[in-house]
């Protein structure tokens, strides 16, 4: 039997996931490493959190440029190892509300289900880098069965957000199978898929996987684009299929150290997401979490940023700002504030154009 062209077999997934650069070696293959990054990349072959890059997502890093902003994204850094002040190995305090195993809820209408510790990339900012790549892989539904039980038994839960880990790295059999689980608890409305895929493995976005899929809707995918650089013609056309299928696609951005903390940066992902119809969601304070100080930017100029954006960009093409406060005590909006005076039937204002302008309360009845 011949071998297959390379070019079919980097557009099958499987082939994608299968040879995904996972040490030092393999990046010292295809980048001009700095001691930096060697130095991390020893730390992270031996310590819990691995690494892992599809061949697709590496080819979109400049093997000269250490600043390149994909390649900050997933190669590891010596400051991994550090520690600073506030950094926590859980932030989100996701163990301490996990209802059932694999299952965690902090708010009383919607639910986190983690159906695989496996991801595709590893991105070196990850909130549960505590847990990833453990190699547990896909979860089995025995494993979920307390999860779906419980899901069951509390009708106030509508929304159930599977995540990992990230669930399309399964086969698509795996995921359709807890899927229809899912679907079988009449009080859950919404299911959102939360997957990197689109952006580091858009292959898998198959016609197959769409067809297995589009009987569950609505069915909401939460992606996770970060830099306008990963749109490129393969995740746009992902981004095309899945809106084609009806799956209402959100993105999630992590505010990043040098990789999109500016705000012509962030513009353009935004308008190239909308384009898409992907709609930009939430653009997320990082978390701080362990070993990730030299990715995270201050809360000062996540709001800079915002109010730079504010008045130039659709309100379609603007996400909210948003800290997932430490502890897992809930997400918090970020505004920066218009808001110049309060008096009794008079708000203040200030537009984007640094207008100011009273707001005035109908008369009191
Ligand atoms: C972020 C999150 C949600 C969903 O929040 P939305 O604001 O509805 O997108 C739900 N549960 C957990 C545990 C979360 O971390």
New binding site residues.
Partial sequence: MSRLPPVVEASDWRWQLRHGVRSLAGLEAALELTEDERRGARAAETAGFPIAITPYYLGLIDPRDPACPIRRQVVPRASELQQVPGDLRDP?GEEAHEVAPEL?Q??PD???LLVSDRCAVYCRFCTRSRMVGGGGGPRSLERLGPAFEYLRAHPEVSDV?ISGGDPLTMTTERLVRIVEELRSIPHVETLRLATRVPVVLPQRITEELLEALRPHHPLWVMTHFNHPRELTEESRAALRRLADAGFPVMNHSVLLRGVNDDAATLAALFRGLVRERARPYYLLQADPVRGTGHLRTSVAQGLALMEALQGRLSGIALPKYII?APGGVG?VPMTPDYVVRRAPGVTTLRTWRGVEVDYLDPPER
Avoid: M, N, T
């Fill in positions: 989100l965690v902090r708010y919607r639910a986190l957000i997932d997400k």
